[in-house]
């Protein structure tokens, strides 16, 4: 029962990551405007990482003798977060990204806390980097939509 329960945790945060991933390639090729050059490459290095973590994750899945979900059907239905939208502003797709990486900080702290009680240190303790940098990035992304909303005032 323990493991089952650690496995679909693992599951959620796959298809989380996944749609991030997608979703980030997505504003990556669609941002437009003075900070095109800045934010395609944040993107950019945010959808790598992405992928990274996503094959992470699978692969602790594995491990566990669980299986990874694998499709765009069941990414979608599990995702904690939603698909982009390439006809947002620059500063709306940041803004959702913040959204998205809070959501994230708090499955994640979801996922720590069961880990935790269920005796997975492994697990726990990849989860705690994952938060680590999912805060430090909703920090920068944050602080990056207060820096363009004081240039347009």
């Not at 089952?4 to 980030?24: D, F, H, M, P």
């Not at 993107?43 to 499709?71: C, H, I, S, W």
């Amino acid at each position: 029962m323990a493991q089952e329960k650690i496995q679909q945790l693992l599951n959620k945060q796959v298809a989380t990551w996944s749609v991030l991933y997608v979703k980030l390639h997505n504003y990556h090729w669609y941002v437009k405007g003075p900070h095109f050059f800045t934010l395609h490459e944040k993107f950019e290095e945010l959808y790598n990482e992405a992928g990274e973590t996503v094959d992470e994750l699978a692969e602790r899945l594995l491990a566990l003798k669980g299986q990874p979900v694998a499709t765009m059907d069941e990414f979608l239905q599990l995702s904690a977060i939603k698909e982009g939208d390439k006809t947002l502003s620059p500063d709306e797709m940041v803004r959702d990204l913040v959204r998205d990486y809070e959501k994230i900080s708090d499955e994640l702290k979801s996922g720590i806390d069961t880990c935790g009680s269920l005796g997975d240190d492994a697990t726990q303790d990849m989860l705690i980097g994952l938060q680590e940098n999912i805060e430090k990035h909703a920090w920068m992304l944050r602080a990056y939509t207060k820096e363009t909303s004081d240039i347009r005032s």
